[in-house]
């Protein structure tokens, strides 16, 4: 059985997991780490820390922000990004 890298409550069904980078979270912990918006569209994961659009623009600036950011619709599949 799986545990949510933000709960570490089992996850028991597959369809409510986010998988990215050989780790898994419930859709509803899948959040900015900084400020705890939901995470749906753009995120950035960085030194094992999700972080939101706005947040990643603040911790990182502009230059990395746009390398790193990666689209939601790649979340299932982002385990092929580094």
């Known amino acids: 059985m799986i ?3 933000r709960c ?6 597959q369809k409510e997991a986010t998988y ?3 780790k898994k ?3 509803s ?5 900084s400020c ?10 960085q030194s094992d820390k999700l972080f939101c659009s706005a947040c990643n623009l603040k ?4 230059t990395k922000s746009s390398y790193f950011m ?3 619709k790649n979340r299932n599949i982002a385990e092929n990004l580094k």
Do not use: E, M
Not at 29 to 33: H, L, Y
Not at 36 to 45: A, E, I
């Open 3 to 5: 545990k949510c890298c």
């Open 8 to 13: 570490h409550k089992f996850i028991y069904d």
């Open 20 to 22: 990215l980078v050989g």
């Open 25 to 27: 979270w419930h859709k």
């Open 29 to 33: 912990c899948f959040s900015c780490d």
């Open 36 to 45: 705890g918006t939901q995470l749906y569209h753009n995120y950035n994961y």
């Open 59 to 62: 911790t990182y600036g502009p």
């Open 70 to 72: 990666a689209r939601w």
